[in-house]
């Protein structure tokens, strides 16, 4: 499986952002997904989780600001963004859940957000 992050940018705090996560296959029908971010000299971290099956879970740190979305027709998992940060400030990947083996990370999208 491919995956493919995208749809990062600049924005200033407070700002909003969806970046997508597209797949190869026919995943997100069938398979728990999440998303994950990277910030500068920091380890990569969890940031939300989407059940195939229509629950989701959040980091405590974008809980109420972040929803995670998949649409199956379209192959896409989307992570909308209210109320960033600069502590948001990353690169956003998608892939398993923590503690599933993970797939290709993929490049991930960069993700800025200015004070």
């Known amino acids: 499986v491919q995956l493919q992050a995208s749809g990062g940018g600049l924005v200033q705090t407070g700002g909003s952002l969806r970046p997508s996560c597209t797949a190869s296959?026919?995943?997100?029908?069938?398979?728990?997904m999440a998303w994950y971010r990277q910030a500068p000299g920091k380890q990569r971290e969890w940031v939300a989780t989407?059940?195939?099956?229509?629950?989701?879970g959040y980091a405590d740190s974008v809980k109420g600001r972040f929803t995670i979305s998949t649409d199956n027709a379209k192959n896409t998992m989307y992570l909308q963004m209210n109320s960033l940060k600069p502590e948001d400030t990353a690169i956003y990947y998608c892939?398993?859940?923590?503690?599933?083996?993970?797939?290709?990370w993929g490049q991930g999208t960069q993700v800025t957000v200015s004070s």
């Open positions: 892939n398993k859940p923590p503690h599933y083996a993970a797939w290709n």
């Open positions: 296959g026919s995943i997100f029908s069938n398979n728990n």
């Open positions: 989407a059940s195939y099956f229509g629950t989701a």
